[in-house]
Nanobody, 121 residues
Framework: QVHLVESGGGLVQAGGSLRLSCAAS????????MGWFRQAPGKEREFVAA???????YYADSVKGRFTISRDNAKNTVYLQMILLKPDDTAVYYC???????????????WGQGTQVTVSS
């Protein structure tokens, strides 16, 4: 079992920035990919960004140019740097873990509990 803990959420004004972190612990895999998803009130969960084991990245169109995903393999941690935040970015942000290291927006095997990001106008 892989345990994921997100942190870094909070309240920020439009145009501001936040950095989310997600630390993985528990069972380890030789290579893994991680992703960020979000779910706004009344909406389905949506893909935000992903990073492969080798560092390749993939973003949803809605966050390209504003969000940056990165990882520190030594710390088993993935980050999501968010700038130029908009009220539409308000959501619970979840990190997710794929055990095969493949860059993807689907089929993640483990999920964190989420961290709230609220962007005020």
């Amino acid at each position: 079992q892989v345990h994921l803990v997100e942190s870094g959420g909070g309240l920020v004004q439009a145009g501001g920035s936040l950095r989310l972190s997600c630390a993985a612990s528990g069972r380890t895999f030789s290579s893994y990919a991680m992703g960020w998803f979000r779910q706004a009130p009344g909406k389905e969960r949506e893909f935000v960004a992903a990073i492969s084991w080798s560092g390749g990245t993939y973003y949803a169109d809605s966050v390209k140019g504003r969000f940056t995903i990165s990882r520190d393999n030594a710390k088993n941690t993935v980050y999501l740097q968010m700038i130029l935040l908009k009220p539409d970015d308000t959501a619970v942000y979840y990190c997710a873990y794929r055990t095969d290291g493949i860059l993807s927006r689907n089929d993640y095997h483990y999920w964190g509990q989420g961290t709230q990001v609220t962007v005020s106008s």
